[in-house]
Structures are given as C-alpha cells and as structure tokens.
C-alpha cells in the first residue's frame, strides 16, 4: 500500500501495540512470537513495487503497484527471471494476487475493480468489481481471500466473485488493521502488516492472531524510500518451504521459523 497518501488516513494502533507487545518480552498469556532462520538468499527485481506473492508448480508469481508501472510476472524462483509478463493498464494501481484453478484474480487499490487472466496466457478473461479497496489476496482449496487495509479479511468465492463471509482479525482483544499481502499457510493465513516487520498469524475461522512472526532485521541495505516496506508471502505447499521479500528489495528470503523462548 501506498505510504505518502494514506499514511494519514491509517489506523497505526496495532504495530505500536504488537512492538510494545514484544519489547515487553510477552510476559502475559499470549500467542507466540516467531523469529526466522534465512535457508536460502535469490535475487529480487528491484524495480518491483511487491503488492503480490505466491508460488504455484515451482513458479514465482509476482504483482507489482504504482499507476502506470503494475504488472503481473510469472518468474523463477531462484532467479528471478521473468517468463512471462504483462502489465497492468496504466491507471490501475495493481494490487493483490491469488491463483485458483487455471485463473489469476488480480486486485487493485482503490477503482475497485479486479481483473480475472488465463494462468497460462495472462489474458484478461473477465473483470469483477467489488467495494472499498484492494490490498493483498491468497486462496486455499475452496475460497478467495482479500484485504483492504482494515482488520477485515473478505472470503470470496472465486467462481460468483461473491463476497461469502468477513474474517474480523483482532489480537488481545484489539482489532488488527493494516492486513496487507496475504497467504494461506498449512490452514492459517499469514499477512503482512503494513508498515511493520511483523506477520500476523491468523485462524481463519475465529480471525484471532494465533502468532506473530518478527521479521525485524531479515534486510539492513538502505531502501529507496519509506514505501520500500516488507511485503510478499509465498508458500510452497508442497515442500513447505516460505518466502518473503518487500516493495524494491534485492532479495527474496527463504526462511524457516522458530518460536521464541519467553
Ligand atoms: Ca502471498
């Protein structure tokens, strides 16, 4: 999400109270704090605004924002080249992405319209429209989900676009804004929380934060600027191997977590 114009608009409680939370050694009864471990290092394009992250048969599919430079990449893994491509017209500012079946449902932030491509041509097949903005999106085998910077998760379903139900988000009681780049993880869904170097855990059927995982420190390069912020979660299911990278970061990390000790 975009920092310079909405940074006003934006609820900023809970990154103040997550930080706190942590730096108070979570002394109280509360859910776990996951540190990382790096298991591998690849290159990421810096000149990718990252609003969008996911794996699918091995592949990296990526989904960048800003008006007039968005687009939606298929890319390997390990090195980031880019197999195909195609770039998101110039006055959209593309959003979240989520692969279901042999279609690609694209977000964007704030026209409240998403785009549905053919996986294979990254063809636009139809658009849906929906309220309010777009953020960061995932799938599990049944549903969509999309964020829309507040502490709700909308589930949708991927063939009516239908919004089905809200997943209402809180931690200790407080409702969680900020729920940015999403993905579904072994039947929780982890989201980056804007502006933070935190990732929520989520139970999706209660929307209680069940975790939080401190990426603090994962980069120390000097960013491009205030935006260049962590977000991009990418599971690999099928060999249970997570990734994460931020807006123009030059790398993408494969991480392992580990609970820390209170
Ligand atoms: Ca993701």
């Known amino acids: 999400m975009y920092f310079l114009t909405n940074i006003k608009t934006i609820h900023r409680k809970l990154p103040v109270l997550l930080a706190s939370w942590l730096l108070s050694g979570a002394a109280f009864a509360s859910p776990p704090v996951y540190d990382f471990v790096i298991k591998h290092t690849y290159p990421h394009d810096t000149d990718a605004f990252t609003e969008g992250l996911l794996i699918k048969?091995?592949?990296?599919?990526?989904?960048?924002?800003?008006?007039?430079?968005?687009s939606i990449s298929k890319r390997d893994l390990k090195t980031g080249h880019v197999l195909m491509k195609v770039d998101v017209p110039a006055e959209y500012f593309g959003e979240g992405i989520?692969?279901?079946?042999?279609?690609?449902?694209?977000l964007t932030w704030q026209s409240q319209v998403g785009f549905v491509y053919?996986?294979?041509?990254?063809?636009?097949?139809?658009?849906f429209s929906y309220q309010g903005e777009g953020w960061g999106m995932t799938n599990d085998s049944d549903n969509l989900y999309a964020s829309d910077g507040s502490s709700d998760i909308r589930v949708i379903n991927?063939?009516?676009?239908?919004?089905?139900?809200?997943?209402?988000?809180?931690f200790d009681g407080h409702d969680v804004t900020r729920l940015n780049e999403l993905e579904w993880v072994d039947g929780e869904i982890y989201s980056n929380i804007w502006g933070s170097n935190l990732i929520a855990r989520i139970n999706p059927l209660t929307g209680n934060?069940?975790?939080?995982?401190?990426?603090?420190?994962?980069?120390?390069?000097?960013?491009?600027?205030?935006?260049?912020?962590?977000?991009?979660?990418?599971?690999?299911?099928?060999?249970?191997?997570?990734?994460?990278?931020?807006?123009?970061?030059?790398?993408?990390?494969?991480?392992?977590?580990?609970?820390r000790k209170k």
């Open 158 to 170: 991927p063939k009516t676009l239908e919004e089905v139900r809200r997943i209402h988000v809180t």
């Open 118 to 127: 053919d996986l294979k041509t990254f063809k636009v097949k139809r658009k």
């Open 209 to 259: 934060v069940t975790g939080v995982i401190d990426l603090t420190g994962i980069i120390d390069l000097p960013m491009r600027g205030p935006d260049d912020v962590l977000n991009g979660i990418a599971y690999d299911g099928k060999l249970k191997h997570l990734y994460v990278t931020g807006k123009h970061w030059p790398s993408l990390f494969e991480i392992e977590l580990k609970e």
């Open 98 to 106: 989520a692969i279901f079946g042999n279609e690609l449902f694209a």
């Open 57 to 70: 048969d091995g592949y990296l599919y990526e989904s960048t924002g800003l008006k007039g430079k968005s």
